[in-house]
């Protein structure tokens, strides 16, 4: 199936562009979309035919986790088996924004989207695309690099478009992101590990929990 392209303002999505998208959504569709830490897929993560979609689009390991964008801590909260100590004070201090954490998972994640690990990872995004759908849709979303597995994360929905198109089913081009992505820490053992530095330094998470705020 060809992919569908609609022209989006980042900071101002038409009702009418966030409405298809949400249909998507819905209706089991991945589908890609700008965010503040470049372009992402997205797709109901409790929906099994559409994360296994997800996985197909990116040619993506099974054993390897998908994201989760949330629209706040109370249902990063809601997703998660526990809050380890260090998740309040990154949460206070860098979402909405670039960081992703791994949490442990709660049973009502399906184990398909933690790929059989049990972690989470899990971000509050400050796009106004993501915020949208979030609100329209009333859960979690899929959220990982618009890419396929190995190749570099596109930056633009044309880019998207290129490497994707017949992959996905929709994506909403919001022009180009900028800045080095999203930072991931996993909290789920002793202390805390860093997997990938972004857009938050080592050096910023380690005063952040070092100050305790």
């Given amino acids: 199936m060809p992919t569908d392209l609609i022209e989006i303002d980042p900071e101002h999505p038409s009702p009418e562009a966030i409405d298809r998208a949400a249909t998507a959504i ?3 569709r991945v589908i890609a979309i700008p965010t503040d830490a470049l372009y992402v897929v997205i797709a109901d993560p409790f929906n099994l035919h559409a994360v296994g979609l997800v996985f197909v689009a990116k040619g993506r390991e099974i054993h390897r986790s998908l994201p989760l964008l ?4 109370l249902m990063a909260e809601d997703l ?31 184990l398909k989207v933690t ?19 979030l609100e329209t849709l009333g859960h979690p979303l899929i959220a990982t690099s618009a890419n396929i597995s190995g190749q570099p994360t596109c930056r633009s929905g044309i880019e998207v478009f290129g490497m994707m198109d017949g992959r996905i089913d929709l994506v909403l081009d919001g022009g180009v992101c900028t800045g080095p992505g999203s930072t ?16 938050v330094t080592k050096e910023e998470i380690e005063e952040c929990l070092k100050e305790g705020n």
């Fill in 80 to 110: 998660a088996k526990e809050l380890p100590p260090p998740f309040h004070p990154l949460t206070r201090r860098f979402w909405p924004g670039p960081l992703t954490i791994i949490v442990p998972a709660s049973a009502k994640v399906p």
């Fill in 26 to 28: 819905r209706r089991g």
């Fill in 184 to 199: 991931t820490v996993d909290i789920t053992g002793p202390g805390w590990r860093l997997i990938k530095e972004g857009a």
């Fill in 70 to 73: 949330v629209t706040d801590v």
């Fill in 115 to 133: 790929g059989n690990t049990g972690r989470l990872a899990v971000r509050q995004s400050r796009s106004r695309v993501a915020e949208a759908l």
